[in-house]
């Protein structure tokens, strides 16, 4: 035996870890939204909102609203599931100039809920948040909120956070948090994604965002002390420098 085959016994030592995609024993999804167009100069409110529910086997789905004066000014709010991972939002708003009076608005809100159980005592959760959001006027604003929470089934809150992107300008950014919660355990995963949109006369604006999120058991293999890989190390070699000793009595 050569000591230098004593380097891929000891890489076999070092410490190594595993991430597994964790799936929902159940989810359901929430698609809210509206658009106001008030369009004073004809003397008239036009409004247009939608709320659609469906679990994950009627994927993709999605719901809109969109208001047209007769001015030509439009308001355009969508929400949508591609999968049960993924949500989306757009909002859009065009003013036309001869609407001297009218203002308008529109929002939509994309909502995810899923059960899951862990694995191992320890769980990632993934989110690759994207927006894009564009506007042109004194007067037009955008708006993104991104929310997440994971409760266990005591209604214990284990993460909670909220994120605003309000401007113009593009943004990828990816989340990544890790919670302790016992294997076996189940809990709740609830998740928003909330767009809006305003603008008066002569504005325009428009905004898209996007949320891809998974969760995932992450599990550590036990390391040994930095001591005791050491000792490992010496004994292995001290054993094959007598060994190689012997063999050349022979």
Same mark, same amino acid.
């Given at each position: 035996?050569?000591?230098?085959?004593?380097?891929?016994?000891?890489?076999?030592?070092?410490?190594?870890?595993?991430?597994?995609?964790?799936?929902?024993?159940?989810?359901?999804?929430?698609?809210?939204?509206?658009?106001?167009?008030?369009?004073?100069?004809?003397?008239?409110?036009?409004?247009?909102?939608?709320?659609?529910?469906?679990?994950?086997?009627?994927l993709p789905f999605s719901g809109e609203?969109?208001?047209?004066?007769?001015?030509?000014?439009?308001?355009?709010?969508?929400?949508?599931?591609?999968?049960?991972?993924? *949500?989306?939002?757009? $909002?859009?708003?065009?003013? =036309?100039?001869?609407? !001297?009076?009218?203002? &308008?608005? @529109?929002? #939509? +809100?994309?909502?995810?809920?899923?059960?899951?159980?862990? *694995?191992?005592?320890? $769980?990632?959760?993934?989110? =690759?948040?994207?927006? !894009?959001?564009?506007? &042109?006027? @004194?007067? #037009? +604003?955008?708006?993104?909120?991104?929310?997440?929470?994971?409760?266990?089934?005591?209604?214990?809150?284990?993460?909670?956070?909220?994120?605003?992107?309000?401007?113009?300008?593009?943004?990828?950014?990816?989340?990544?948090?890790?919670?302790?919660?016992?294997?076996?355990?189940?809990?709740?995963?609830?998740?928003?994604?909330?767009?809006?949109?305003?603008?008066?006369?002569?504005?325009?604006?428009?905004?898209?965002?996007?949320?891809?999120?998974?969760?995932?058991t992450v599990a550590t293999q036990a390391?040994?002390?930095?001591?005791?890989?050491?000792?490992?190390?010496?004994?292995?070699?001290?054993?094959?420098?007598?060994?190689?000793?012997?063999?050349?009595?022979?």
């Open positions: 035996m050569k000591t230098y085959l004593l380097i891929p016994v000891l890489a076999l030592l070092a410490p190594t870890a595993w991430a597994l995609p964790l799936s929902f024993d159940n989810t359901l999804i929430n698609l809210v939204g509206g658009v106001n167009l008030d369009d004073r100069a004809n003397s008239a409110l036009l409004m247009n909102n939608f709320a659609e529910s469906n679990p994950p086997a009627n609203s969109l208001a047209i004066s007769d001015s030509g000014s439009i308001a355009f709010a969508f929400a949508g599931a591609a999968d049960a991972g993924s *949500l989306i939002t757009t $909002t859009e708003i065009a003013m =036309d100039l001869l609407g !001297i009076d009218q203002f &308008a608005s @529109a929002d #939509a +809100t994309a909502q995810f809920s899923g059960n899951f159980t862990t *694995l191992t005592g320890a $769980t990632r959760l993934i989110l =690759d948040f994207e927006n !894009i959001a564009t506007s &042109a006027g @004194a007067n #037009a +604003t955008t708006l993104t909120e991104l929310f997440f929470s994971i409760a266990n089934s005591n209604n214990d809150i284990l993460l909670m956070e909220n994120f605003a992107f309000p401007g113009i300008g593009g943004l990828q950014q990816t989340i990544e948090r890790t919670f302790a919660l016992a294997t076996g355990m189940s809990a709740t995963l609830e998740l928003a994604l909330f767009s809006v949109t305003t603008s008066d006369f002569g504005g325009m604006a428009s905004q898209l965002a996007t949320v891809n999120f998974q969760l995932e390391v040994p002390e930095p001591s005791s890989l050491l000792l490992a190390g010496l004994g292995l070699w001290g054993i094959a420098v007598r060994r190689r000793d012997m063999l050349h009595r022979v």
